[in-house]
Each structure stands twice: as structure tokens, then as C-alpha cells.
């Protein structure tokens, strides 16, 4: 058994190519035990590649790879057995009952028959999914068939995690239970490697990440000391007129650290937003509105990554 605080998984130069597209560039990084660990990046960035490779379904291109201290390319049936997978689209079995679903995965992993009603029962009653225990799958809701998705990956007791974009699709209540179910793991001592978009979802749930763009690694921490390293304590959201925008493009130098100009919007990056804000008033602008918020990492995504859409 792996000590507490050390790695999980240690990827050193990992590469993934496909033909002349390198999908992952040369990443270095290390998953530790007992923390949610996340890849967060644009689409396209690399993040489900990379995941696809430490879930030993994708062989790597080049550099190394380790999970849970062996070598995917020799003992992939090793680690898949101590491995639990949440892929990005559900794949359950829609013509079984949510129990039979979890008992056809108990099976494929060999739990014994006495072993397995137990689990499956605690699962059913973690994911709050014990009443649908005998509906079909088909008609149940994308939350509850995301949940099952999970239940299903902890079939085998796994020591990692993979979830990959575990919220895409859901509506707000349904993502925060995922979420809740998620945090509830980590403090039972699971190991969650995260894929996301979400900039939300990886300030909730990850104690570590990676930002990925472009197929290399960017940027890493946790989300407090990304966002200390790449922004400031606040930010200060102005909306103003086509006018006011005009006489104003000069005006903020030097009002704030940074100053991004948005279509709908101007963004002034400062360690104090209320103060900025009455400097603007004294000054004579009176926007038509002006909201102080404290930055996140949606702020540093897009500081990394850029706002450009990436197909």
C-alpha cells in the first residue's frame, strides 16, 4: 500500500501523438495520494488524452508513465483492476436496472456474490440512488444516470479515480450533488484525477492542477496560489457607454495593474476594487454599472490561455 502524500501517478516528458498531431507535448506532472488532483484547459488542450493514458486505453507516445507504481504498457490489467473510470459520456448499459448495472460490474471484477449486495447497496445509498434501485436506466435524469456512472466506477474499491469533464451537461443542482459526492470520496481518502472546463468545479474540488493549453502544461498549484501568482486580490467590472468607452481608452492607465477591454465590459485587475472604483467617480466617470469581485481562476485561465476560442 502507497504511503500517504506520496504519488499515485508520476508522469515525466508523457507525449501523445497521432501521426503529425502531438496531442500531449513533453508533460511533467504527479498525482499524490488522498488529493483531488485536476487538468484544466480548453478543448483540445490535451487533458482526455492524457487521461486516457494513465487509464491505460490510450499507449503513450513517448517519456514515462507510472500508476500506482507500475508501467501501463506492461501491466495495464494490474492497474485497471485498482482503477475506477468516469469517461465523459455515460456509457451504462440504458436496457438494465440501475442495480443491474452496478451487479454486471461487480462481476467483471470478481466480488464475490456475498461481498457484492452489500457494496452495492452502500454505493445505491451514496450517489442518494437507493429508491431507483430497480428502474431502468433509459428514462432517469442526467444527474442520476451521472451518479451511477460514479457508483459504478467504485464498484472494485479503486485506489484512483479518473473522472473525466464529470459535470458537462448538467444543470446547477445536479452538479453541485456530483460535487458533493466527489468531496465526500476525497474524505474517505480516494484519489480524484479531474478533467474540467469548469473553472467553478476545479476551485471546488481540487487541492492541486495543471492548466493545460495547446498540448503543454502551463501552469501549476493550487487554486489559491494560481490565482495569487497570475492575478490580483480583485477585480473591478465596468460597464459603460459607447461613449464613455471612447474617452476612457487612456484615461485607466496607471488606475490598475491590468486593464482588459471586453465587448460588453472593461476589466481593471486591482488589489483594491473600491478604491479604484472611488478614484473613477472622483475622476468624474460614473459607470453605468460597477460590480468588486474577487478574482478566481476563471481570471487566470484566461490571463494563461487567452480568450480566443479554440475548435
Known amino acids: 500500500m502507497e504511503q500517504a502524500g506520496t504519488a499515485l501517478v508520476v508522469a515525466r516528458g508523457l507525449t501523445k501523438a497521432f501521426g503529425s498531431l502531438v496531442a500531449v507535448d513533453a508533460v511533467d506532472f504527479e498525482v499524490r495520494r488522498g488529493e483531488v488532483f485536476g487538468f484544466l484547459g480548453p478543448n483540445g488542450a490535451g487533458k482526455t488524452s492524457t487521461m486516457r493514458m494513465i487509464g491505460c486505453t490510450s499507449p503513450r507516445s513517448g517519456g514515462s508513465l507510472s500508476v500506482m507504481g507500475m508501467d501501463p504498457a506492461a501491466q495495464a490489467a494490474e492497474i485497471k483492476a485498482r482503477l475506477g473510470v468516469v469517461p465523459q459520456i455515460d456509457n451504462l448499459d440504458i436496457e438494465l436496472t440501475v442495480r443491474e448495472n452496478l451487479e454486471m460490474y461487480a462481476r467483471y471484477f470478481d466480488v464475490p456474490k ?9 454505493l445505491l445509498d451514496f450517489v442518494q440512488l437507493s429508491e431507483r434501485a430497480k428502474d431502468k436506466v433509459e428514462p ?3 444527474g442520476m444516470k451521472r451518479r451511477l456512472t460514479i457508483a459504478r466506477a467504485l464498484v472494485n474499491e479503486p485506489s484512483l479515480l479518473l473522472l473525466d469533464e464529470p459535470t458537462t451537461g448538467l444543470d446547477p443542482q445536479a452538479r453541485h450533488l456530483v460535487w458533493d459526492r466527489l468531496y465526500r470520496l476525497k474524505q474517505r481518502g480516494v484519489t480524484l484525477v479531474i478533467t474540467t472546463h469548469y473553472m467553478d468545479e476545479a476551485e471546488q474540488l481540487c487541492d492541486r492542477l495543471v492548466v493545460m493549453d495547446k498540448a503543454k502544461i502551463v501552469a501549476e498549484g493550487s487554486p489559491r496560489d494560481l490565482i495569487n501568482q497570475y492575478s490580483t486580490r480583485e477585480v473591478l467590472e465596468l460597464r459603460l457607454s ?3 468607452r471612447e474617452n476612457l481608452k487612456t484615461s485607466l492607465d496607471g488606475l490598475a495593474e491590468r486593464v482588459e477591454w471586453l465587448p460588453d465590459r472593461v476589466l481593471l485587475y486591482t488589489e483594491g476594487g473600491e478604491a479604484t472604483l472611488s478614484k473613477l467617480t472622483d475622476s468624474g466617470v460614473n459607470a453605468e454599472s460597477a460590480l468588486v469581485r474577487r478574482a478566481g481562476l476563471e481570471d487566470v485561465f ?6 480566443s476560442l479554440i475548435e
Open 302 to 307: 484566461l490571463t494563461i490561455t487567452g480568450r
Open 242 to 244: 459607447d461613449e464613455q
Open 114 to 122: 456475498g461481498v457484492a449486495g452489500d457494496r452495492i447497496d452502500e
Open 140 to 142: 432517469l435524469s442526467g
